[in-house]
């Protein structure tokens, strides 16, 4: 006889029908396992279709195609005594003087005109593109390789880390970027990586306080919480959850920060702080042009000025794009309605 009380039952749940071993075999034939990758394939997909219904930032990337093959194509490229690219689009050496044809105006022969020691004008802006676009894109580069993370670290760790960093964001900030600029050119010397050093160095800055200032947001989200509870290491947080989204900003002020850069590169070539003399950059070939322009010889100056005004103007046609297709309210307004 049992002892039992039937009331004892009460409150249980009792499951009838669970089988372990079919949901062993269930596990064995489906990955339950979540794709990381899918929300952010997706979110890159759904921005590159608002970029693209943006015209005017489709024309600004297509110029900047359009400049940068014509740059590359320009002349043949050599490295290491081999030639790996040959093909030359530019009509004449930018390097080869013809007292012939001193100072002549734009003509069939010349479409660009000569500058005042017979040097083909568009021959030089076409290999000109390739120190300006390459100084533009690489130091930006290097730029975001150096702020993004101090300014993660800063924003995350905080305490003495963020001070250490800040201060040191807040004394470079009090100089002008330029006349940094300037003084670290007078240090290092000119020269094309100098050059890229000195805006690097210069550039770092607002990347890393932009960064920054996102992260302390970021980092209070409860996704971040769930991690650091789950064991996760600080460097895979940083990196791996906090930057992801916290990165949007930073695109942004890259694309629109290489106009920046290019129009600094041109404003040290013009100052005679830029490239070695005679070189084929259009902030060089602006300071040697200067002169001529109050004499009537537009052409020197104007196309390599024109190429500038062209490449920064398309430049900030794509980051207007790109802020329109990364901007997190770009869904809100009904912008996805209708694409499938």
């Given at each position: 006889m049992s002892n039992r009380n039937p009331t004892d039952?009460?409150?249980?749940?009792?499951?009838?029908?669970?089988?372990?071993?079919?949901?062993?075999?269930?596990?064995?034939?489906?990955?339950?396992?979540?794709?990381?990758?899918?929300?952010?394939?997706?979110?890159?997909?759904?921005?590159?279709?608002?970029?693209?219904?943006?015209?005017?930032?489709?024309l600004g990337l297509a110029i900047i195609v359009f400049m940068a093959v014509v740059a590359v194509f320009a002349r043949p490229i050599e490295l290491a005594g081999v030639t790996i690219q040959p093909i030359s689009l530019a009509p004449f050496d930018p390097g080869a003087s013809n007292f012939n044809a001193l100072k002549q105006p734009p003509s069939a022969t010349h479409p660009f005109g000569t500058d005042w020691s017979g040097k083909d004008i568009l021959s030089r802006v076409m290999v000109g593109g390739r120190f300006s676009l390459s100084i533009g894109f690489i130091t930006v580069s290097l730029a975001l390789l150096i702020g993004v993370p101090m300014g993660a670290i800063a924003g995350y760790f905080g305490g003495?880390?963020?001070?250490?960093?800040?201060?040191?964001?807040?004394?470079?900030?009090?100089?002008?970027?330029?006349?940094?600029?300037?003084?670290?050119?007078?240090?290092?010397?000119?020269?094309?990586?100098?050059?890229?050093?000195?805006?690097?160095?210069?550039?770092?800055?607002?990347?890393?306080?932009?960064?920054?200032?996102?992260?302390?947001?970021?980092?209070?989200?409860?996704?971040?919480?769930?991690?650091?509870?789950?064991?996760?290491?600080?460097?895979?947080?940083?990196?791996?959850?906090?930057?992801?989204?916290?990165?949007?900003?930073?695109?942004?002020?890259?694309?629109?920060?290489?106009?920046?850069?290019?129009?600094?590169?041109?404003?040290?070539?013009?100052?005679?702080?830029?490239?070695?003399?005679?070189?084929?950059?259009w902030g060089s070939m602006l300071s040697n042009g200067r002169e001529t322009l109050v004499q009537g010889q537009w052409w020197i100056t104007v196309f390599p000025g024109l190429a500038i005004f062209t490449f920064v103007l398309a430049i900030n046609l794509v980051g207007d794009g790109v802020n329109d297709a990364i901007d997190p309210q770009g869904d809100a307004g009904g912008g996805e309605r209708g694409v499938r």
């Amino acid at each position: 006889m049992s002892n039992r009380n039937p009331t004892d039952d009460r409150g249980r749940i009792r499951v009838t029908g669970f089988n372990a071993e079919s949901l062993e075999k269930r596990d064995e034939l489906f990955d339950w396992t979540p794709d990381r990758t899918v929300g952010a394939k997706s979110r890159r997909a759904r921005a590159w279709r608002r970029f693209k219904r943006n015209r005017t930032a489709l024309l600004g990337l297509a110029i900047i195609v359009f400049m940068a093959v014509v740059a590359v194509f320009a002349r043949p490229i050599e490295l290491a005594g081999v030639t790996i690219q040959p093909i030359s689009l530019a009509p004449f050496d930018p390097g080869a003087s013809n007292f012939n044809a001193l100072k002549q105006p734009p003509s069939a022969t010349h479409p660009f005109g000569t500058d005042w020691s017979g040097k083909d004008i568009l021959s030089r802006v076409m290999v000109g593109g390739r120190f300006s676009l390459s100084i533009g894109f690489i130091t930006v580069s290097l730029a975001l390789l150096i702020g993004v993370p101090m300014g993660a670290i800063a924003g995350y760790f905080g305490g003495w880390i963020d001070e250490a960093i800040m201060r040191l964001v807040d004394i470079l900030y009090a100089f002008p970027f330029l006349v940094l600029a300037i003084a670290l050119i007078a240090v290092l010397g000119q020269g094309f990586w100098n050059m890229i050093l000195a805006l690097v160095l210069v550039g770092w800055i607002g990347y890393a306080r932009l960064i920054r200032g996102e992260i302390l947001s970021v980092k209070e989200n409860e996704y971040v919480t769930a991690a650091k509870a789950l064991g996760a290491r600080d460097r895979t947080i940083i990196f791996r959850h906090v930057v992801p989204n916290a990165i949007a900003p930073v695109i942004v002020q890259a694309t629109l920060g290489i106009g920046t850069i290019v129009l600094s590169a041109a404003a040290l070539g013009f100052l005679g702080l830029g490239l070695d003399p005679g070189t084929a950059e259009w902030g060089s070939m602006l300071s040697n042009g200067r002169e001529t322009l109050v004499q009537g010889q537009w052409w020197i100056t104007v196309f390599p000025g024109l190429a500038i005004f062209t490449f920064v103007l398309a430049i900030n046609l794509v980051g207007d794009g790109v802020n329109d297709a990364i901007d997190p309210q770009g869904d809100a307004g009904g912008g996805e309605r209708g694409v499938r």
